[in-house]
C-alpha cells in the first residue's frame, strides 16, 4: 500500500517534471524563432515562410541538443555509485535510480534522432558509459550507463538493448556489463545484467544473452537464449 501511494505520488510529480525540464530546453530555440519572427517582419510572405520555417527546424534541433545537455548535466550529477547489488523496489537506491531513469527517458527522443554520434557518446560517457578507442555505439537503448562498460573498436548495433538492470521478486537487480574490444553486438541484440562478453566476440542479430553470461573471447553466440554459434 505504502509502496503503491508512493509510486503513484512520485509518478505525478514526474509528468509535471517532464513539462518544465523539456520547457526549459525549448527556451534557445524559441528564441531563435521570435528572433526570425522580428526580423523578417517587413519581407514578402515568401521569404518569412522560408526563414520562419527554417528557424523552426532549427529550433526543433536546438531543443534536442539542450535537453541532450540538460539531462547529461544533472544525470552527471546525481549519478548512483553502485555495483552488484539487489535493493527493494521502495529504498533509497531504487528511488535514486527512478529519478536517473526519468531523466534518461527524457533524452531518449533526442538519442534516437542522433546515434551513432559523437553526441550521443557524450551523453552516455557523462552517465557514466566507458566507451572506448574507436567504437561505434548505434543503439539509443543503453540502460543505465554507469554500469557498462564498451572496449576500443566495438560496434553495438542498433535498437541493441544493453540492460544492466532487471526487476525480479519485488527487488531491483542490477550487475555491471563489460564488453570487450572488437566485439560486435548485432541489431536488435539484448544483453542482459552481468553479462561479459569477451575480446573479439560476435552476438548475432535478434539474440537474447541471458543474465550473467560469460562470452568467451572470439566466440559468435546466437538464438533466444544465446548460445555458441560457432568459433571465428
Ligand atoms: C551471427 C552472424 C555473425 C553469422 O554470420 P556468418 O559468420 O556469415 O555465418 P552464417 O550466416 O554462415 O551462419 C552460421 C550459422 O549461424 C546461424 N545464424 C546466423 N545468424 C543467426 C542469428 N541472427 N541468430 C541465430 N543463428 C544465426 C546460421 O543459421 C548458421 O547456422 P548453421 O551453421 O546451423 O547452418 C550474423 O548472422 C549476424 O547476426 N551478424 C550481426 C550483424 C549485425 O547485426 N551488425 C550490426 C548492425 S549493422
Not at 550529477?77 to 528511488?95: D, E, N, Q
Not at 553479462?195 to 568467451?216: E, H, L, M, Q, W
Request: aromatic residues 10%; glycine residues 10%; hydrophobic residues 45%.
Amino acid at each position: 500500500m505504502l509502496w503503491k501511494i508512493t509510486q503513484n505520488l512520485l509518478t505525478t510529480v514526474v509528468v509535471f517534471y517532464t513539462g518544465i525540464h523539456w520547457g526549459l530546453a525549448s527556451i534557445p530555440g524559441i528564441y531563435l524563432v521570435l528572433t526570425t519572427i522580428e526580423k523578417t517582419f517587413d519581407s514578402s510572405n515568401f521569404e518569412r515562410a522560408l526563414y520562419i520555417g527554417i528557424s523552426v527546424g532549427l529550433a526543433y534541433v536546438l531543443w534536442m541538443l539542450s535537453t541532450i545537455i540538460l539531462t547529461s548535466f544533472l544525470s552527471f550529477i546525481f549519478k548512483p555509485s553502485i555495483g552488484a547489488t539487489r535493493v527493494p523496489f521502495l529504498s533509497a537506491t531504487s528511488i535514486r535510480w527512478g529519478f536517473l531513469n526519468v531523466l534518461d527517458r527524457l533524452a531518449k527522443p533526442c538519442i534516437h534522432h542522433m546515434v551513432p554520434s559523437w553526441i550521443t557518446d557524450f551523453y552516455y560517457r557523462a552517465l557514466g558509459c566507458k566507451i572506448g578507442r574507436g567504437s561505434f555505439v548505434s543503439s539509443d537503448r543503453i540502460n543505465d550507463p554507469y554500469l557498462v562498460s564498451i572496449g576500443d573498436n566495438t560496434i553495438i548495433g542498433s535498437k541493441v538493448i544493453i540492460t544492466p538492470h532487471l526487476a525480479e521478486k519485488n527487488e531491483l537487480v542490477f550487475s555491471p556489463i563489460v564488453i570487450g574490444n572488437n566485439c560486435l553486438i548485432g541489431l536488435g541484440s539484448q544483453i542482459n545484467p552481468g553479462c561479459v562478453i569477451g575480446d573479439g566476440a560476435v552476438i548475432a542479430s535478434r539474440a537474447i544473452v541471458p543474465k550473467y553470461t560469460n562470452v568467451p573471447a572470439g566466440e559468435v553466440w546466437g538464438g533466444i537464449p544465446a548460445k555458441l554459434i560457432k568459433k571465428k
